[in-house]
């Protein structure tokens, strides 16, 4: 079973994935019209271009669906993360977490943010995360999946 803080630092993991993804997609789509314009102004000598743009767009489909298959694994993920901070009952807790592991914003901008230290606040961070920890054990007894772990 992982801890909490392994748990929702998944969220930010899958984040990052699809960020990249989507980078080498946005790279890919730049090549192809490169291509496409290269392609178009040269005379017709034969079809290795066409090959070559025809490749690129196998291989830019291909992320394209893997990226959709990331986008949906975060969708869900962050949903089922979500129900696990609703249920602590806890808004300020809550919120804390929210702004640390779904906007990642950092425990120093947090502090100044509410006008309190960052001592304070990563105090209340630490609390917080020790209700997730307990929210998760009581979900493994339970038998539910926190499926922390199954994400890659």
């Given at each position: 079973?992982?801890?909490?803080?392994?748990?929702?630092?998944k969220i930010e993991v899958l984040d990052t994935q699809i960020n990249d993804r989507w980078e080498d997609l946005q790279r890919l789509y730049a090549m192809r019209t490169k291509m496409t314009t290269i392609f178009s102004m040269a005379p017709a000598a034969g079809s290795g271009?066409?090959?070559k743009i025809e490749d690129l767009t196998i291989k830019i489909t291909e992320i394209e669906v893997e990226l959709n298959q990331k986008i949906d694994k975060?969708?869900?993920y962050k949903a089922e993360v979500t129900r696990v901070i609703e249920a602590l009952n806890n808004a300020?807790?809550?919120?804390?977490?929210?702004?640390?592991?779904?906007?990642?914003i950092e425990i120093e901008d947090i502090a100044y943010e509410m006008g309190l230290s960052t001592k304070?606040?990563?105090?209340?961070?630490?609390?917080?995360?020790q209700a997730v920890d307990a929210l998760l054990h009581n979900r493994k007894e339970s038998g539910v999946d926190n499926a922390c772990c199954i994400v890659s």
């Amino acid at each position: 079973m992982c801890n909490a803080e392994e748990y929702l630092g998944k969220i930010e993991v899958l984040d990052t994935q699809i960020n990249d993804r989507w980078e080498d997609l946005q790279r890919l789509y730049a090549m192809r019209t490169k291509m496409t314009t290269i392609f178009s102004m040269a005379p017709a000598a034969g079809s290795g271009s066409k090959s070559k743009i025809e490749d690129l767009t196998i291989k830019i489909t291909e992320i394209e669906v893997e990226l959709n298959q990331k986008i949906d694994k975060f969708i869900d993920y962050k949903a089922e993360v979500t129900r696990v901070i609703e249920a602590l009952n806890n808004a300020e807790q809550s919120t804390l977490l929210r702004k640390v592991y779904f906007k990642y914003i950092e425990i120093e901008d947090i502090a100044y943010e509410m006008g309190l230290s960052t001592k304070t606040i990563q105090s209340r961070l630490d609390e917080a995360l020790q209700a997730v920890d307990a929210l998760l054990h009581n979900r493994k007894e339970s038998g539910v999946d926190n499926a922390c772990c199954i994400v890659s």
